[in-house]
């Protein structure tokens, strides 16, 4: 027969561990486990909330240990999600979507941007008073791009194409984005695709021109950017995405309550000059991402034939 006495320890045992586990969700985070997660992203402006989230420790506050790690090309981030060296990657949906037509099982599970047309916010640039000023001025010429099959090489091939240029008739060679400035300038290409605010930076310092015509004709509401992961870690580790997504719809509202604290937050992250930071368009943020912001790139990816099937776009985001 059991003894009393270890009956009512065993009672007063389970009242404690019950109370502290009723107790744990209101402890203080710090006195949490927090989730550890690498975060890969390229320094463009449309991974704004990220750097908001970051400064103003709001990763924390979900009970995530965030890291942002600087990649200098968003064509490596499907490679950096499958060996796990990054949970998280901020990717352009062309490199998204050709993943996974490649057959690497990924998921969008936030957006990062969509795009406004009336901003401006992406522009082709040649050197002032030189060869090229319009869309035709490219044929035979090169032509630097941040990351080949990327958002921006996409974009220009369809701005050519439209404009009765053959794209394979333009050379077009890969360059880091921050090195695009400089490669124009020492005269390695002679036109680039760039995005603000360093489109605004170029022109200011003199020697760059905007070639004419790029920003017309470019619809609004597509994904300039998206977070995604390998379903398998996605899956696995739930809590994490969905803290992922309200750090970010933070990061969202601070930047609406406080936008010039937010400009400073991102410039730190892009080592950007205060009057730059005042001056640069800020990109037109989202969380919530959908179809409708993905089906301008598998369109346009199925024009350019760089997808074997059209993708299932509902399949590919994690709701």
């Not at 941007?113 to 090169?142: C, F, M, N």
């Not at 398998?232 to 609406?256: I, K, S």
Request: hydrophobic share 45%.
């Amino acid at each position: 027969m059991e003894h009393p006495l270890n009956d009512s320890l065993r009672r007063r045992w389970l009242r404690g561990a019950l109370c502290m586990a009723a107790a744990l969700p209101m402890l203080p985070l710090h006195a949490q486990t927090k989730r550890k997660l690498t975060i890969g992203v390229t320094a463009v402006s449309d991974f704004g909330l990220a750097f908001v989230a970051q400064e103003r420790k709001l990763f924390d506050k979900q009970g995530l240990e965030a890291t942002l790690q600087r990649i200098t090309l968003t064509s490596n981030i499907p490679a950096g999600l499958v060996s796990n060296s990054i949970q998280i990657g901020g990717i352009t949906p062309p490199v998204f979507l050709q993943a996974i037509d490649s057959g690497i099982d990924l998921v969008g599970i936030a957006c990062g941007a969509t795009y406004v047309s009336a901003k401006k916010t992406i522009g082709v640039v040649a050197k002032a008073g030189g060869p090229v000023a319009v869309a035709q001025d490219l044929i035979g010429r090169k032509f630097g791009v941040p990351g080949l099959n990327g958002n921006l090489h996409l974009l220009v091939r369809r701005w050519l194409r439209r404009s009765g240029v053959d794209d394979k008739r333009v050379s077009f060679i890969e360059v880091a984005l921050p090195n695009l400035p400089q490669v124009l300038a020492g005269g390695s290409v002679d036109a680039i695709v760039h995005v603000e605010p360093f489109i605004a930076r170029m022109l200011q310092s003199g020697g760059s021109q905007l070639v004419a015509g790029f920003s017309e004709g470019l619809p609004d509401g597509w994904a300039t950017v998206v977070y995604a992961a390998t379903r398998e870690w996605a899956m696995a580790n739930l809590p994490a995405v969905t803290g992922f997504r309200a750090a970010l719809a933070d990061a969202l509202q601070a930047t609406r309550d406080d936008e010039a604290g937010a400009r400073a937050d991102i410039g730190k992250h892009l080592n950007l000059p205060e009057p730059v930071q005042r001056a640069m368009p800020m990109a037109n943020f989202d969380v919530a991402l959908n179809q409708a912001q993905l089906r301008f790139w598998s369109d346009t990816m199925g024009e350019q034939g760089m997808l074997k099937k059209q993708p299932s776009l509902g399949s590919v985001i994690l709701a």
